[in-house]
């Protein structure tokens, strides 16, 4: 029994010694890993700024469907979709059969007016004549002046109609109204065009501005002036802007407030229609609210979990979750999980893991 106990306790002894050794080469090899060279910054605290969030499309500020006053057969299309005009510019013709033999009519009561009036002249001329030499009464004179007028006026009247005539087939050469592009085409040659209906549209690229959906409950924030920020999805690119109409009504927007943001200078990749989420910058919080803004490129990202290193006073670096709020393309604000003051590190010239030796 006493052999046992002896044996027992040299076994402990010497399982105390294996661990005891084990655990100074584990604290031999940490000691031995060099420590990761960093750069750190200190959080500054800025002055908390309120924003609200729509998403919405590019549109032209210029932009126009092109349709006639007149009845007629398309009978050129000299334009096609995408291409750039002028101002002035035809861009599609008309003709009108109805309108022609309008025309015709007129010119031939041009004819029988001026006859007219050329005939009621030379009477009036020839009473003049006949009354200073007696031969003709007052009355009679009066009659021919009144005949002279009569016609007169029927060939001023012929003459507006043939002007009247003149304007209308202007209505039958479609011209762009501004300096732009060609958006679309709605029509071929031999289709019949009707007044109202759309044969084309223009839409000038030099100028767009956003048309973004705001939420009833945050609408009231919104004010004309308030600067934006706006992601253009498809390019990935920031555009500038400011609110320069707020819709007072929903009624026809399903329950969303129309907000017209607009764009300081667009990019050449930004197109009429394309998606945006835009970022209005509403009226600041309260003095006491202050946040914190950090670089983008500090951020550790975990699945869904984004945090930074911070560095510890024993010169170990220290991994912190944070939950972010509104981000730009350089700087994300902070929420919570990190102060005013504290120390972030912002740089590693090697893999920093929590706990990791560093030195500045």
Same mark, same amino acid.
């Given at each position: 029994m006493k052999k046992i106990k002896t044996y027992l306790y040299i076994l402990a002894a010497t399982t105390t010694l294996a661990a005891c050794s084990s655990a100074e080469t584990e604290e031999s090899i940490s000691n031995e890993q060099p420590a990761v060279a960093v750069k750190v910054m200190t959080v500054k605290s800025s002055a908390n700024t309120a924003v609200v969030q729509a998403s919405g499309n590019l549109q032209a500020v210029k932009s126009a469907n092109l349709s006639t006053r007149m009845m007629g057969n398309v009978k050129q299309v000299?334009?096609?979709?995408?291409?750039?005009? *002028?101002?002035?510019?035809? =861009?599609?013709?008309?003709?009108?059969?109805?309108? $022609?033999?309008?025309?015709?009519?007129?010119?031939? #009561?041009?004819?029988?007016?001026?006859?007219?009036?050329? /005939?009621?002249? @030379?009477d009036l @001329?020839?009473?003049?004549?006949? !009354?200073?030499?007696?031969?003709a009464s007052q009355k009679e004179l009066e009659n021919m002046q009144n005949r002279f007028a009569?016609?007169?006026?029927?060939? #001023? +009247?012929?003459? #507006?109609?043939?002007?009247?005539?003149?304007?209308?087939?202007?209505?039958?050469?479609?011209?762009?109204?501004?300096?732009?592009?060609? +958006?679309?085409?709605?029509? @071929?040659?031999?289709d019949i065009a009707a007044p109202g209906y759309p044969l084309l549209s223009v839409e000038g690229l030099?100028?767009?501005?956003?048309?973004?959906?705001?939420?009833?409950?945050?609408?009231? *924030?919104?004010k004309t002036g308030q600067s934006a920020q706006l992601l253009v999805k498809s390019s990935n690119e920031y555009l500038t802007g400011m609110v320069r109409?707020?819709?007072?009504?929903? *009624?026809?927007?399903?329950?969303?407030? =129309?907000? *017209?943001?607009?764009?300081?200078?667009? /990019?050449?990749?930004?197109?009429?229609?394309?998606?945006?989420?835009?970022?209005?910058?509403? /009226?600041?919080v309260s003095a006491e609210t202050q946040s914190v803004s950090i670089? !983008?490129?500090?951020?550790?990202? #975990?699945?869904? =979990?984004?945090?930074?290193?911070?560095?510890?006073?024993?010169?170990k670096a220290t991994l912190r979750w944070l939950?972010?709020?509104?981000?730009?393309? !350089?700087?994300?604000?902070?929420? $919570?999980?990190? !102060?005013?003051?504290?120390?972030i590190i912002t740089s590693a010239q090697g893999k920093l893991y929590n706990g990791a030796s560093i030195s500045y």
């Open positions: 000299l334009v096609e979709s995408g291409q750039a005009v *002028k101002k002035g510019e035809l =861009l599609l013709s008309l003709s009108s059969a109805d309108l $022609s033999a309008k025309q015709a009519q007129v010119e031939a #009561n041009i004819v029988r007016a001026e006859t007219a009036y050329e /005939d009621a002249k @030379k @001329k020839r009473f003049e004549n006949l !009354k200073a030499k007696g031969s009569m016609m007169e006026a029927g060939l #001023n +009247a012929a003459k #507006n109609m043939k002007k009247e005539v003149q304007a209308q087939f202007e209505y039958l050469n479609i011209r762009a109204p501004f300096n732009g592009s060609v +958006a679309n085409v709605f029509v @071929k040659e031999g030099n100028e767009l501005e956003a048309v973004v959906m705001v939420s009833e409950s945050e609408i009231q *924030k919104v109409e707020v819709s007072p009504s929903s *009624k026809n927007t399903g329950g969303q407030y =129309l907000v *017209k943001l607009q764009i300081d200078k667009a /990019d050449q990749t930004a197109l009429p229609g394309m998606f945006v989420q835009a970022t209005i910058q509403v /009226d600041s670089p !983008k490129s500090a951020l550790v990202e #975990n699945g869904q =979990l984004k945090g930074v290193y911070t560095p510890s006073e024993e010169g939950r972010l709020g509104h981000s730009n393309e !350089k700087q994300v604000t902070v929420l $919570s999980g990190l !102060k005013a003051g504290e120390q």
